[in-house]
C-alpha cells in the first residue's frame, strides 16, 4: 500500500553532514510509522532512528543527539538530518514503515525503500 523511494546519500567526510528524505507514495504516510534504518558490510541491519504516529522519536544510542528524524506529513515525506558524521556511520540507510507502532526489529516493517548509500570518510 506504500511504496518508498529513498534520496540524499552520497560520500562526505568525518564531521560533515547530509540530509536523507524519503519519498512515500500509494498512502498517507501519517497512518504509519516510519523509520530509517541501516546496514553496514558484514553487520545486522540496526534501527538508527524511528518516529511514530504521534510524533515521538526513537534514537540508536550511535546516532542520539547527531541523528534528527523528521516527517512532514503534508508533502508525505521522511526524513532523516545526519551531523557531525563518523566513518562508522557507512551503511546502506533504508526507509522502511509499517501500520501502527514503531518496533526496532526490522522484521515488523512492511514497506521498504530500495536504499541510498551513506559513505563517510576518515
Known amino acids: 500500500q506504500v511504496q518508498l523511494v529513498e534520496s540524499g546519500g552520497g560520500s562526505v567526510q568525518a564531521g560533515g553532514s547530509l540530509r536523507l528524505a524519503c519519498a512515500a507514495s500509494?498512502?498517507?504516510?501519517?497512518?504509519?510509522?516510519m523509520g530509517w534504518f541501516r546496514q553496514a558490510p558484514g553487520k545486522e541491519r540496526e534501527a538508527a532512528a524511528l518516529i511514530y504516529i504521534s510524533g515521538t522519536t526513537y534514537y540508536a544510542d550511535s546516532v542520539k543527539g547527531r541523528f534528527t528524524i523528521s516527517r512532514d506529513n503534508a508533502k508525505n515525506t521522511l526524513y532523516l538530518q545526519m551531523n557531525s558524521l563518523k566513518p562508522e556511520d557507512t551503511a546502506m540507510y533504508f526507509c522502511?514503515?509499517?501500520?501502527?507502532?514503531?518496533?526496532?526489529?526490522?522484521?515488523?516493517?512492511?514497506?521498504w525503500g530500495q536504499g541510498t548509500q551513506v559513505t563517510v570518510s576518515s
Open positions: 522502511a514503515a509499517r501500520g501502527g507502532n514503531c518496533y526496532r526489529n526490522s522484521n515488523e516493517y512492511q514497506y
Open positions: 500509494g498512502d498517507r504516510a501519517s497512518r504509519y510509522c
